[in-house]
């Protein structure tokens, strides 16, 4: 999900409660399509925090991705090998379930 204002019809994110381009207060949520490219990406082969969650994955990329919406998220890239990971690089959300309460997005190579 990602924000559009329904005044000039343009996506944001984060999430805010007016339009950054014309400052309307009528935005709204709406369904992105979840797919996108790589805009840049680093990988972590190294994490300081004491959390045995992240070290188990090490290494992982970590990529800016720009949404074909317009707008730029951060979020992990699966499915593919960190060196193969390219800017530019088409990608296609998917989720992990955590909880029932709870989603994580990240992204995977696209087909």
């Known amino acids: 999900m ?4 329904k005044a000039c019809g343009g996506y944001q994110w984060y999430p805010r409660p007016s339009c950054v381009r014309c400052g309307s207060m009528e935005v709204e949520w709406v369904q992105s399509k979840g797919e996108g490219s790589v805009y840049s990406y680093t990988v972590v082969r190294r994490v300081v925090a004491n959390s045995p969650d992240f070290q188990r994955d ?39 379930n955590v909880t029932p309460e709870i989603s994580l997005y990240k992204f995977q190579p696209a087909k």
């Not at 990602?2 to 204002?5: A, E, G, L, P, T």
């Not at 949404?67 to 989720?95: H, T, W």
């Open 58 to 96: 090490i290494p992982f990329v970590v990529a800016e991705v720009d949404l074909n919406e317009g707008v730029r998220i951060y979020a992990r890239v699966e499915g593919v090998k960190p060196e193969d990971v390219r800017v530019g690089m088409r990608v296609k959300v998917s989720f992990d």
């Open 2 to 5: 990602v924000q559009r204002c």
